[in-house]
């Protein structure tokens, strides 16, 4: 069976990763370990974590003229992916800069640059691209016009629309009508829905809320407990496998790519969630974001 062709619009930073023993206090100076700088950005690591698995991806990015935007186009060609469609800016290419504690929990600066410039008219020249993709895949590390027009092309030529609403911002209410399938975590769910999310039960009811407003599906991510799959009317979970942790950076945005790729192939939306589980609780297993996406020869046979 022929892959469905994704295409993945978002951010492209170059992550600075610092590893301490504890996150810093406001004010504070903490002599950290390991430093390790790679690519990252939402968007270029959903890209990532999508090819590497095996997906038809193409990505679509802004970047500056610099030694940034250089480097991270050499990386995403060196990892597959159609960069065709890759954008320019004369602002710098975006940066984050991240702090991991022992616990493996995390402290994320970004510095959004070029990331910040996609307009509404990139977008549009964008749309050849965008309405050949049978999934597209979206987050909110760029501007929200922006992400509201690449749903409204894709919706109207028959994608299916992924939006993995993080970091967490406020969207316009015709967003919703565009989007096949949303991802929230549980703050997340609990802003979009105006509904308070405790616990599993909670969320269910939470979602009919996001579902009222033209969603049909929905996979709220729920941490070390797992995954609460809506699919229509339908509920299923998820467990969340048992691992040690070293760095969760990098793990939702493979979650995320992990998911389209399983869709393209034709999996369930439940089956699609249980591999993308299963990739997430590799990429936890190592530093950094990309630099810990997994291929799918790490993954058992499916």
């Known amino acids: 069976m ?4 994704i295409l993945v619009i978002g951010s492209s930073n170059t992550d600075m990763t610092v590893k301490t023993k504890a996150l810093p206090l406001p004010g504070e100076t903490v002599l950290g370990g390991e430093f390790v700088m790679g690519p990252g950005g939402k968007g270029a690591n959903q890209a990532v974590a999508a090819r590497r698995l095996g997906g038809d991806v193409s990505f679509i990015c802004k970047v500056g003229r610099d030694v940034f935007g250089d480097n991270a186009r050499r990386q995403y060609e060196g990892e597959g992916l159609d960069i065709s469609g890759v954008l320019f800016s004369d602002k710098p290419s975006g940066v984050a800069l991240i702090t991991v504690d022992d616990a493996a929990e995390n402290c994320i600066v970004v510095a959004s640059g070029a990331n910040g410039d996609i307009t509404v008219e990139d977008i549009e020249k964008s749309r050849p691209a965008i309405e050949a993709a049978d999934i597209l895949l979206l987050q909110l590390e760029i501007p929200i016009p922006a992400v509201l027009k690449a749903a409204q092309i894709a919706h109207a030529a028959g994608a299916y629309v992924v939006l993995n609403p993080a970091p967490m911002a406020a969207l316009p209410e015709q967003v919703w ?34 579902q009222a407003k033209g969603v049909k599906d929905v996979i709220v991510t729920m941490g070390s407990k797992g995954s609460l799959i809506c699919e229509g009317e339908g509920r299923d979970f998820v467990q969340a496998r048992r691992v040690k942790a070293i760095d969760t950076t990098g793990a939702g945005d493979t979650y995320s790519g992990a998911l389209c790729v399983a869709l393209s192939e034709g999996k369930s939306l439940k089956e699609a969630a249980e591999f993308a589980t299963a990739a997430s609780a590799l990429s936890v297993q190592k530093m950094g974001a990309q630099n810990s996406m997994p291929y799918r020869s790490e993954l058992q046979p499916d």
């Open 177 to 210: 009508e565009n989007i096949s399938l949303v991802t929230p975590n549980e703050t997340e769910l609990s802003i979009f829905s105006g509904r308070q999310v405790g616990d599993e039960a909670g969320a269910s009811e939470a979602v009919k809320a996001l």
């Open 2 to 5: 022929e892959k469905k062709k």
